[in-house]
């Protein structure tokens, strides 16, 4: 089983600054890469598949970058919607897809 | 509008059974595979269970395996997860999820809760 590693844990920003989460797979996943947004009480959104590539409607300060087993997800200038669970998951061999543990983006 | 509802979640004991659905609509439902994913009360995104997209291929998490069982009716646009011997552990929100071409999960439904206690 691929194992998902995300870090940090929690990340505390200000409104308006950068946040930088990372994501490393235990082997490589090639850019098969999928991060997702959950916000309390919600079911998770995905924002980002093919490590790079934003889903439908997801503001373009979003961004993601990586292949192999290291990647990153960027928030240019967070705003006050972007304060939720992120977590990272691979889909290279369907049907074993493994998440990470999530990175809680929580208000500095 | 691609949707996804699930429901048949509630309070269950241990060593009882429950038969979640997931109704979907507004995409070809028999072109896709579906997934269960789980989420315990303060924990992470878990994969329980998937099903290729005849039905012919399902594959379990080693936590469910032998306890749960994952089938879909095209017929009815209709997914479903018999659940049976469940334990403590098994309590969780339970998402109806749908994969992409390529296998990223691109649409969850609301989630349905499954309580496991006595």
């Known amino acids: 089983e691929i194992v998902m590693t995300q870090s940090p844990a929690t990340l505390s920003v200000s409104p308006g600054e950068r946040a930088t989460l990372s994501c490393r797979a235990s082997?490589?996943?090639?850019?098969?890469l999928a991060w997702y947004q959950q916000k309390p009480g919600q079911a998770p959104r995905l924002l980002i598949y093919?490590?790079?590539t934003r889903a439908t409607g997801i503001p373009a300060r979003f961004s993601g970058s990586g292949s192999g087993t290291e990647f990153t997800l960027t928030i240019s200038s967070l705003q006050s919607e972007d304060f939720a669970v992120y977590y990272c998951?691979?889909?290279?061999?369907?049907?074993?897809?493994?998440f990470g543990g999530g990175t809680k983006v929580e208000i500095k | 509008e691609v949707q996804l509802v699930e429901s048949g979640g509630g309070l269950v004991q241990p060593g009882g059974s429950l038969r979640l659905s997931c109704s979907a609509s507004?995409?070809?439902?028999?072109?896709?595979?579906m997934h269960w994913v789980r989420q315990a009360p303060g924990k992470g995104l878990e994969y329980v269970s998937a099903?290729?997209?005849?039905?012919?291929?399902?594959y379990y998490a080693d936590s469910v395996k032998g306890r749960f069982t994952i089938s879909r009716d095209n017929s009815k646009n209709t997914l479903y997860l018999q659940m049976s011997s469940l334990r403590a552990e098994d309590t969780a929100v339970y998402y109806c999820?749908?994969?992409?071409?390529?296998?990223?999960?691109?649409?969850w439904g609301k989630g349905t809760t499954v309580t496991v206690s006595s």
């Open positions: 999820v749908k994969v992409s071409d390529y296998y990223y999960m691109d649409v």
């Open positions: 507004g995409f070809t439902f028999s072109s896709y595979a």
């Open positions: 099903i290729s997209s005849n039905g012919g291929s399902t």
């Open positions: 082997q490589s996943v090639s850019s098969n």
């Open positions: 093919g490590a790079s």
């Open positions: 998951q691979q889909y290279n061999n369907w049907p074993s897809l493994t």
